[in-house]
């Protein structure tokens, strides 16, 4: 455990306090002081800083190259062959990530802490190896570009710290709740299996694609289509769906125009990549080019866009549409977003054999997703997105909060 202040400081540079004479100072002037003192914002000292790594791990190529990539992160790539990444935790920048306990070994709560923290590279020509978990490193954080943010230089191979040796009374609580999770793992276990008749319902329609990844499918019909997605993401799409209409009713009941129903384009749910079971494609997108997809995974859907936001007189309503999308999705449970002319796609992030994939979004463009800065602005100027997509380039804007009854949605109730 690193304690706030131990490696950097103090990084904010004025701390002053200014004295005050209570017996000649009026109120008023009191009460501006306090608020001034206490609410005006303070510099940060400049790094680099000094940080410790909670985690290595591999970035494939192949894989990125999926919805919602950063495109400036392609150019970390000088060939096809994996590169080194890291999370490293700045105690007085990431102080607001809680500390993972232990990130030699860690449990679920541990992987989502450490996963907060930002990512660090080295330096193209640099060994990328070099670096272990626990060891004290130099790094340069990039405000503008996080694929910028750069490990620079070993300051000492510090082994890893377990946890403390808990007291009996805790040792036998830890004991008890791991107990409870191992037993809830050996159920999910059980009960994730794979399940052959749900094989069947997902091969009759999608022309005999299988589920070579052993993916825990399930079929259903909702809002009146057949959807096919893994079993969590699934419960996520029906919670979606169904607050979808509950707000549509209430949007259009306020007299605020009708944002329309919700539908998938078929075929764009779970897909099995291409490279796994030929290149046939009958009847829609069964079938995946990206082996990394998070659709391959079935944690990914792509809602058809209502094509009436297209044209006017519903063009100016469009951003207000897109946010009442997102607004649902999240407080569904799904972290990624991909906004074009004819899709929004939405996902969970969770993709098989990886890490949970970071909250991040991207546009498309010409027929083709991109993160590029100048597409998302271009995006931004035709009024697809509202200006909370502005405030940052890779990660997209908390909506949950999203006031959906104080914006219109077109120029007349039920239209």
């Known amino acids: 455990m690193v304690n706030y202040g131990e490696y950097n400081g103090n990084l904010v540079i004025d701390e002053n306090k200014d004295s005050l004479d209570t017996k000649t100072t009026k109120s008023t002037t009191a009460i501006k002081k306090a608020v001034v003192g206490n609410y005006t914002s303070s510099e940060m000292k400049k790094g680099p800083y000094v940080g410790y790594i909670v985690k ?4 494939v190529k192949e894989e990125q190259e999926d919805e919602g990539l950063l495109d400036a992160a392609l150019n970390l790539f000088s060939s096809n062959d994996p590169i080194t990444a890291y999370k490293v935790r700045i105690p007085e920048i990431d102080c607001h990530i809680p500390e993972p306990q232990n990130y030699t070994s860690p449990d679920e709560e541990d992987i989502l802490y450490i996963d ?13 190896n070099k670096f272990e978990l626990g060891n004290k490193v130099l790094v340069e954080i990039d405000e503008t570009d996080q694929n910028k943010n750069l490990i620079i230089k070993m300051i000492e191979q510090s082994k890893p710290q377990n946890p403390p040796s808990p007291s009996s009374k805790k040792a036998y609580k830890d004991a008890q709740k791991n107990n409870k999770q191992n037993n809830k793992k050996e159920a999910t276990a059980q009960s994730s299996l794979p399940d052959a008749s749900e094989l069947e319902k997902w091969n ?18 909702v809002n009146g289509q057949k959807i096919t997605l893994s079993r969590p993401t699934m419960s996520k799409y029906e919670t979606f769906v169904d607050m979808w209409t509950q707000k549509r009713n209430e949007i259009v009941n306020a007299g605020l125009g009708d944002p329309g129903d919700i539908q998938y384009i078929f075929g764009e749910a779970f897909r099995v990549w291409k490279g796994e079971t030929g290149n046939q494609q009958q009847g829609g ?8 997809s998070i659709h391959n995974s079935g944690g990914a859907i792509d809602l058809r866009w209502n094509s009436k936001y297209n044209s006017n007189p519903h063009r100016k309503y469009t951003a207000n549409y897109v946010n009442l999308v997102v607004h649902c999705a999240q407080l569904s449970g799904f ?16 993709s098989v054999g990886t890490p949970l994939k970071n909250a991040t979004w991207w546009v498309y463009r010409n027929g083709k997703h991109t993160s590029k800065v100048d597409d998302k602005k271009a995006t931004y100027r035709a009024g697809v997105i509202s200006s909370d997509w502005m405030n ?10 999203f006031d959906y009854l104080s914006v219109r949605y077109g120029p007349s109730a039920g239209v």
């Open 335 to 350: 972290i990624r977003f991909g906004i074009g002319g004819t899709i929004i796609h939405i996902d969970t992030g969770v």
């Open 56 to 59: 290595k791990f591999k970035i």
């Open 285 to 292: 997108s069964f079938k995946s080019g990206l082996k990394g």
């Open 116 to 128: 907060m923290h930002p990512t660090y590279f080295v330096p193209k020509g640099a060994d990328s």
């Open 204 to 221: 009759a329609y999608s022309f005999n694609s299988g589920n070579p990844r052993n993916i825990d499918i399930i079929t259903k019909t």
């Open 392 to 401: 940052n380039f890779y990660t997209p804007p908390d909506l949950k909060n």
